[in-house]
């Protein structure tokens, strides 16, 4: 059963930085690119940054490119975000997904309950 939980939200001031963290169980993590996703208030998900499984490859979206950072571990199976210079416009609730299909940037069918991440003075 695949499991995915997100820790290491909370509250911010703008500029701050915090570290989520996504621990996976229950499939070969590091078979999988996996993705960072968020849902900021009224709007759509968004996927925001995706790694290869091998960890050799990254994207980031356009919003937080030279700010925020994906890494994993897949010896711990565990999957990470550094968010640096954070803004107002970043809070949001943050999911860790897995991607359908393995070694294959695709699309995702699993991800967690999100942690929340609030910017704000």
């Known amino acids: 059963q695949v499991q995915l939980v997100e820790s290491g939200g909370g509250l911010v001031q703008p500029g701050g930085s915090l570290r989520l963290s996504c621990a996976a169980s229950g499939f070969t993590f590091s078979s999988y690119w996996m993705y960072w996703l968020r849902r900021a208030p009224g709007k759509g998900l968004e996927r925001i940054s995706g790694i290869k499984y091998s960890g050799g490859s990254t994207d980031y979206a356009d919003s937080v490119k030279g700010r925020f950072t994906i890494s994993r571990d897949n010896a711990k199976n565990t999957l990470y975000l550094q968010m640096n210079n954070l803004k107002s416009e970043d809070t949001a609730v943050y999911y860790c997904?897995?991607?359908?299909?393995?070694?294959?940037?695709?699309?995702?069918?699993?991800w967690g309950r999100g942690t929340q991440v609030t910017v704000s003075s």
């Open positions: 997904a897995k991607a359908s299909r393995d070694y294959s940037d695709s699309t995702f069918n699993y």
